[in-house]
């Protein structure tokens, strides 16, 4: 036959078609394999499930080696959206016990909860009932794109000190935000609240990772690698609490129906015994899934307890007569006063057409007769005659700025960094807060006399006073109070070691104490003259804007060996010896004699059952 | 009847010494790859063995040894029974394919199987061979030359019948192979024009379905390229293949300086109706084609003419045509041009089969390492997708080397094909190539996210014993026909 070499020429055309579309392939093939590596991360995200292990949070025990805070498993129901192929809803709500509203509510609540992801896990429901995982378990192969996740709730032994150890709760938004070790994914918990956020980093441990294989059903097909790359959780640390939670329980309930707080301190330590905000409320509210319904209600505007504040460390209150120990104490170091100074007291302290009254007792009297005996016009007479004394400070100004910073050193006026959220500063005016008040040099000491007994813009936290009162026990130092005593396998921070001693000479404070001493043998803390234990203290007695006068009370023991230092705080209690000094003295004997004498439980028979809600005046907010 | 002797002469005892052996190893070499894929893509961590028959790979292995068998047949034939039966061979088949069409059961929504005893086999594989044979044996036939309207009719009607019964099985993508073919009817003396027409009507379309964002108002991005294609190409014929200079000449003029106005009014910001201006001028210039083609006696340049009109009229038409296909069909091709994301639907597969292959890297995650393969994240990932698992265990060297293994085997059946003293063998030949380019392009391109979706396997790799068998035996007749070129005598 002919050839056609024309038409043979036509083999380079279809020839040079297939190379061309060759190169076309491998081209794409090299930007697809080599030059991206999108696909890579594609593949795992496909192909791997990492299946986070949380790792069991610290523990809590007291300072005895009771367990408090112990943890309990859980299960939530995971979900990731976009593994989610042909789900039979009602099925699926069926085997949760929920309806189908709930199923669709709970959906939209996940799509605008903080990280949502399709490609990420969300928590669809939290803490499942045993026996609805056990169902769950069962027949989750049918419903591709949901597992269940192994939690943990918190569990108390004591349904005490809630305001102390916190609780836990989903992070929020502003934690991811302010999560600089990149550890928290959405859903994850977070301590909220006392000693729980402020020991977050060392009770959540470390978090685990197991590597899974999953198919294009999401059916999980064994680990990867045999779990070389598995990363297994770690522990969060345990910590014993300094607190010692019989008498945590113990002052609680002598607090029921009373408004305030008691702040224990081992004196030696700065070790916090017992700190009781009242009304308080049972920590196991804030468990589990009915935690956002109860949280809101301690929460809530409406709830006048407001049982979330924690007034021993958030509650600023006038200090009242427990003011006068560290009075007694700048008037001495200061040399406006020595041990024998008498001040007159004629039923008050009048001067320049004030009177400030006080109630009877012999006249004139020294220091520690004054301590004894609460005298107001002493610790007034003092405080005029430092503050108005020119020839030594030059101004009023300059003197009242000396006066502040003694009180300063004392703990007051600046948060004392304990281990705990939310402390508040209390309130110490200082001499440019009156020079705007008042005018500059427009003030003198009988205008803000009553900051010398405790009274005015002077304001302090229980814990404050508490911490004086063991300022005063060790004669002159404190170490800054904490709740935790011990972390496992660490050291505790150092700032929970270290001395603080104000700039006031010890004998001063051996002199204070023995007035403490002589206010409890022979003075307005008589009812806290136990036989066995040597007492002293002091009583306060606040007036407020809020009814009748707060009750208040510091005191340590024993004199001699101080082991506890307490401070009682009752709003409208009236008298310092109506309840600071009875619930102070029955909580120094239970932690130093472990029960209450026979001849002593008549008060706190009546402790337990006396209320001063009555006298609470509550004042309705004005309305929009 | 025959004597001894002259059997002995005819039956051409030196099949083996005259065999293309190149050929052979590169079939042997893609058999296997083949069925290690196949074993990495089934695997799973049962770690089952590659010889199991429970597994496809096991089976893939007995329809290999099969082939082989099938291939050692057809080199021991007789080389003329191919010639000699390929009509009724052809015969035999299209009645097949239709008695399939009406009684196979209904398998994925194609009606291509037959199930006879244990194997089910699709009679659509091997009607490829029958179908090139006969295709051939026209070409070969007595003074017959593909010039008349009746030889382009008998040849196409070969070529269609098929078709049409491939479709009837619901097998739409096995139909479009036979499509290759034309790739025969262009060597043997079909005009380039058609193919070019072809290519065009395919660009024109993606260029218009894939562009369809508005570029100045009252014209797209697509309506714009096809417009400066329609121009270019038009302008590059009257010069290159009507070789008429001097009229390329002045159309360039006309269309570049369209465009330059296009430009300066638009930064004037003088709204025309520019697209049916540039239609108007195409028009104008297909009127100017036709003129100098009456006048300097060029008909070519009326070829110039009917594609300008073709094309504005195809491309026009292109928005109707594409409201024509059906929902699928349109998303199948959106999602291929990468106008739709749709991960979930029609383009889960291909989105799988690209993180597959992309994920594999440079070298690949190794043999039996690859976690899209053994975690079933590709469909048909044995069948359809079995590039995949090369292309991830095995990486861009893997993808690379399958390419360039094909492309060694397609150029080398050409080089067969032109070699042959006979107008049968080489038509016979060229067709075995035109089916594995389209297999090819079709099947990797798909793979890669750069075809539509169109269920055809990749020859010798995919499993499936009809698929194999199919493509060894057109591939064998050819080297039997090939060692047996000179006894040719024409």
New interface residues.
């Given amino acids: 036959m002919r050839k056609d070499y024309n038409l043979e020429k036509r083999r380079y055309v279809i020839g040079g078609f297939i190379v061309v579309i060759a190169l076309i392939y491998l081209v794409r093939l090299f930007t697809l394999q080599v030059a991206d590596d999108k696909y890579k991360a594609f593949a795992e995200n496909n192909a791997f499930l990492r299946k986070v292990q949380f790792p069991s949070r610290g523990l809590m025990y007291d300072r005895n080696g009771e367990l408090v805070v112990y943890n309990q498993p859980a299960y939530d129901v995971m979900m990731i959206p976009k593994d989610i192929k042909g789900l039979d809803t009602l099925d699926f709500c069926h085997t949760l016990g929920i309806t189908r509203e709930q199923f669709d509510s709970r959906m939209a609540d996940v799509k605008k909860s903080a990280g949502y992801s399709v490609y990420t896990p969300q928590r669809f429901m939290s803490h499942l009932t045993a026996r609805d995982y056990g169902r769950l378990q069962e027949k989750l192969y049918r419903y591709p794109g949901f597992f269940t996740q192994k939690r943990i709730l918190r569990q108390y032994n004591y349904l005490a000190a809630a305001n102390v150890l916190g609780n836990i709760r989903e992070v929020n938004q502003r934690d991811l935000d302010n999560d600089d070790d990149a550890y928290y994914r959405a859903g994850d918990y977070i301590g909220d609240l006392g000693v729980e956020r402020s020991y977050e980093k060392y009770l959540r441990g470390d978090k685990g990772v197991e590597i899974l294989m999953r198919d294009a059903y999401g059916r999980i097909q064994g680990r990867y690698e045999e779990g070389a790359f598995d990363v297994s959780p770690h522990s969060g640390r345990n910590l014993t609490l300094s607190l010692d939670i019989k008498l945590q329980q113990y002052a609680e309930s002598l607090m029921v129906n009373k408004i305030g707080a008691v702040v224990a301190i081992e004196p030696k330590t700065g070790e916090i015994l017992c700190m009781v905000s009242s009304p308080t409320y049972d920590p196991t509210l804030l468990v589990g899934r009915e935690r956002g319904k109860n949280y809101l209600k301690l929460a809530s505007a409406d709830n006048i307890d407001h049982p979330l504040f924690d007034r021993a460390l958030m509650g600023s209150y006038p200090p009242g007569s427990t003011f006068k120990p560290g009075q007694a104490l700048i008037l001495l170091q200061e040399g406006i006063i020595d041990l024998n100074t008498a001040y007159p007291c004629y039923h008050g302290y009048i001067n320049g057409g004030l009177k400030v009254g006080c109630h009877g007792h012999g006249s004139p009297i020294p220091v520690k007769p004054a301590l004894q005996t609460s005298c107001n016009a002493f610790f007034c007479w003092g405080f005029k005659n430092m503050i108005d004394r020119r020839s030594k400070y030059g101004s009023s100004a300059k003197a009242f700025e000396v006066w502040k910073n003694h009180l300063v050193q004392l703990g007051y006026g600046y948060r004392l960094g304990v281990d705990l959220p939310n402390e508040s500063r209390g309130f110490l005016p200082n001499a440019k807060y009156y020079d705007k008040f008042y005018g500059e040099g427009r003030w003198s000491a009988n205008t803000i006399v009553s900051v010398s007994i405790g009274q005015g813009e002077v304001l302090a936290t229980p814990l404050q006073m508490a911490n004086l009162c063991a300022t005063i026990a060790n004669r002159g130092h404190f170490i800054t109070p904490h709740a935790v005593k011990a972390i496992q396998d660490t050291v505790m921070p150092a700032e929970y070691l270290q001395t603080h001693a104000p700039d006031i000479d010890s004998r001063w404070f051996h002199a204070v104490a023995e007035g403490m001493r002589m206010a409890v043998t022979g003075g307005t803390c008589r009812l806290a003259n136990l036989p066995d234990i040597e007492v002293a203290g002091k009583t306060g007695t606040a007036q407020n804007p809020h009814g009748k006068d707060h009750s208040a009370f510091i005191g340590f023991a024993p004199y001699d060996d101080p082991q506890i230092a307490v401070a009682v705080y009752v709003e409208n209690g009236g008298f310092g010896a109506t309840f600071g000094v009875p619930i102070g003295s029955l909580v120094i004997e239970k932690y130093l004699n472990g029960s209450i004498r026979p001849e002593r439980k008549y008060i706190e028979m009546n402790m337990l059952n006396a209320s001063t809600k009555q006298f609470r005046v509550i004042r309705n907010k004005p309305k929009n | 009847m025959l004597s001894g002797t002259s059997r002995k002469i005819n039956s051409d005892p030196s099949a083996f010494r005259s065999l293309d052996w190149f050929t052979v190893v590169l079939y042997l070499l893609l058999v296997l790859a083949g069925v290690v894929s196949i074993y990495a893509a089934s695997y799973?961590?049962d770690h089952a063995s590659i010889f199991s028959f429970t597994e496809f790979s096991g089976k893939q292995l007995r329809w290999i040894g099969l082939s082989l068998v099938i291939g050692l047949v057809i080199l021991l034939s007789d080389y003329r029974i191919y010639e000699t039966y390929a009509y009724p061979l052809y015969v035999m088949m299209m009645v097949l394919l239709a008695v399939t069409a009406v009684i196979a059961p209904d398998i994925k929504g194609s009606h291509s199987w037959l199930k006879i005893g244990p194997v089910s086999l699709q009679p659509a594989e091997f009607a490829k061979c029958a179908t090139a044979l006969a295709l051939a044996k026209l070409f070969n036939s007595y003074n017959f030359k593909l010039r008349s309207p009746s030889s382009y009719a008998k040849a196409i009607g070969l070529i269609i019948l098929p078709i049409l019964l491939i479709i009837a099985e619901r097998e739409t993508g096995s139909a479009l192979a036979y499509m290759a073919l034309f790739?025969v009817l262009?060597?043997?003396?079909m005009s380039?024009m058609v193919l070019l027409a072809a290519l065009a009507a395919v660009v024109i379309f993606v260029v218009s379905v894939k562009y369809v964002d508005p570029m100045i108002p009252g014209m797209s991005t697509g309506e714009f390229i096809v417009m400066i294609l329609i121009m270019a190409t038009s302008s590059l014929m009257a010069g290159l293949y009507a070789r008429s200079l001097e009229v390329m000449r002045n159309v360039s003029i006309l269309f570049i300086g369209a465009i330059g106005a296009m430009m300066l009014c638009n930064s004037l910001g003088l709204e025309l109706p520019w697209l049916w201006i540039y239609i108007g001028l195409i028009g104008l210039a297909a009127l100017y084609f036709a003129v100098m083609a009456i006048k300097d006696h060029l008909r070519k340049l009326l070829v110039c003419t009917i594609f300008a009109i073709g094309s504005v009229a195809f491309s026009l038409s292109v928005s109707v045509l594409f409201d024509h296909l059906a929902p699928h069909q349109q998303n199948r091709i959106l999602v291929s041009l990468g106008i739709k994301a749709d991960p979930r639907g029609a383009g889960y597969n291909v989105n799988?089969s690209?993180?597959?292959?992309?994920?594999?890297?440079?070298t690949g995650k190794g043999f039996l390492n690859g976690?899209?393969t053994?975690?079933?994240?590709v469909?048909e990932q044995h069948t359809d997708f079995i590039f995949c698992t090369i292309?991830?265990e095995q990486?861009?060297m893997g993808?690379?080397a399958v390419?360039?293994i094909?492309?060694m085997l397609?150029?080398r059946i050409?080089t067969l094909?032109?070699r042959q003293p006979?107008?049968f063998v080489r038509v016979y030949a060229?067709s075995v190539?035109?089916i594995l380019?389209f297999h090819?392009?079709i099947n990797?391109?798909m793979v890669?996210?750069?075809c539509p979706v169109i269920g055809i396997p990749l020859p010798f790799f995919s499993y499936g014993g009809s698929s194999l068998w199919g493509f060894t035996i057109l591939l064998f007749i050819l080297l039997r026909l090939d060692s047996a070129r000179k006894q040719f005598r024409?």
């Fill in positions: 799973d961590f790739f262009y060597r043997e003396g380039g799988q690209m993180i597959a292959i992309g994920s594999g890297g440079l976690t899209q053994k975690l079933k994240y469909p292309g991830e990486g861009f993808t690379s390419i360039l094909f492309l397609i150029l050409i094909a032109e006979s107008t060229y190539a035109s380019i090819l392009c990797i391109g890669i996210g750069l024409n």
